[in-house]
C-alpha cells in the first residue's frame, strides 16, 4: 500500500466541498441542490466514477470551476470521490441538502483553506482515507478575537 499526501487548489475566493459518493446520478443530484438552493451560486463539479468506463463526470454553470474540479479529481483519482468548487455560496448553504442526497456517503471537508487529500493506493485502486484542513491552532482566542469573530459571523448575516 502506499500513502500520498495530495495538494489541492481552486480559484481564490471560492471554497470546495470533497465528498464521497456511490454512483454517477450523484453529478446531476447535487446540480441540482445547487440550481435550486442558492441563486446565482456558481460551481464546477467533478465526480470519479469507479466502474464501467472509470470517467470524471462533470457537472456546472462555471467552466473555470469545472475545470479546477476536473483537476482536484484528476490529482487525487479515488473511485467514488467528488470534488465541488463553490463561487458566490458558502458550503453552509447547501451542505446539509448534499448530504441528504441519497447517493452521498461521506463529506471529508467544506473548506476555502488550504487542503491536503490523504489518499491509500492498493493493487485495485485509490482511495481518500482522510484531510488535512488549513494548519494547526496557534493559540487559544483571546476575549478581541471572541469579538472579531462574532462580528465575521454578523457580516455574513448567519447571526444576529
Given at each position: ?22 454512483f ?109 484542513d ?5 493559540g ?21
Amino acid at each position: 500500500m502506499e500513502l500520498e499526501a495530495v495538494k489541492l487548489s481552486w480559484e481564490a475566493g471560492c471554497n470546495i466541498i470533497v465528498g464521497q459518493s456511490h454512483f454517477i446520478k450523484t453529478v446531476e443530484d447535487i446540480a441540482e441542490i445547487i440550481y435550486t438552493s442558492v441563486p446565482g451560486a456558481e460551481f464546477g463539479l467533478a465526480f470519479c466514477e469507479a466502474s464501467g468506463p472509470s470517467l470524471i463526470r462533470t457537472e456546472g454553470n462555471n467552466g473555470a470551476l469545472t475545470a479546477d474540479a476536473v483537476k482536484c479529481a484528476r490529482a487525487v483519482g479515488a473511485g467514488h470521490s467528488f470534488f465541488l468548487i463553490l463561487k458566490n455560496v458558502f458550503p453552509i448553504n447547501i451542505l446539509n441538502q448534499i448530504k441528504s442526497c441519497q447517493e452521498v456517503a461521506r463529506i471529508y471537508c467544506a473548506t476555502a483553506n488550504e487542503l491536503q487529500i490523504l489518499t491509500a493506493k492498493t493493487e485495485q485502486g485509490k482511495g481518500i482515507i482522510g484531510v488535512v484542513d488549513g494548519g494547526s491552532p496557534k493559540g487559544v482566542e483571546t476575549e478581541r478575537d471572541k469579538e472579531e469573530r462574532k462580528a465575521l459571523l454578523r457580516t455574513f448575516h448567519y447571526k444576529f
